[in-house]
């Protein structure tokens, strides 16, 4: 943990939006999965977004139409845009890579690679007031 660096959380109002961004100086994404999870206090870790190659595996469904992932050309920054946010979206969001396989179901449980940690951030806070 704490191989990567997110920024960009912070505390916005209901229908506003946010960009977060994910990287470290020097570090270029693999093509393996990579992408944002988000945690609430009590829960557990679920996914936002995911890449895998060069193409988007899947969105949660509670954040699919208002958040759209997306990396820079030199694969050096992952971003997650999210726009009309809501006070359910109020978490820790997390940047990971280094997945391997994944997939995303809609409620946010991913299936990714057995026996592969991944490089992951420490997580920015994400506020949304009604």
């Known amino acids: 943990q704490g191989r990567l660096v997110e920024s960009g959380g912070g505390s916005v109002q209901s229908g506003e939006s946010l960009r977060l961004s994910c990287g470290v100086s020097?570090?270029?994404?693999?093509?393996?999965?990579r992408g944002w999870f988000r945690q609430l206090p009590g829960e557990e870790r679920k996914g936002v977004a995911l890449?895998?190659?060069?193409?988007?595996?899947g969105y949660a469904d509670a954040v699919k139409d208002r958040f759209t992932i997306s990396e820079d050309s030199t694969r050096s920054t992952l971003y997650l845009q999210m726009n009309d946010l809501k006070p359910e979206d109020t978490a820790m969001y997390y940047c990971?890579?280094?997945?391997?396989?994944?997939?995303?179901?809609?409620?946010?449980?991913?299936?990714?690679?057995?026996?592969?940690?991944?490089?992951w951030g420490q997580g920015t806070q994400v506020t949304v007031g009604s």
């Open positions: 020097g570090y270029t994404f693999t093509k393996t999965c």
């Open positions: 890449i895998e190659g060069d193409s988007v595996v």
């Open positions: 990971a890579a280094e997945l391997g396989s994944c997939l995303i179901k809609p409620d946010g449980t991913v299936y990714r690679s057995t026996g592969i940690v991944g490089a």
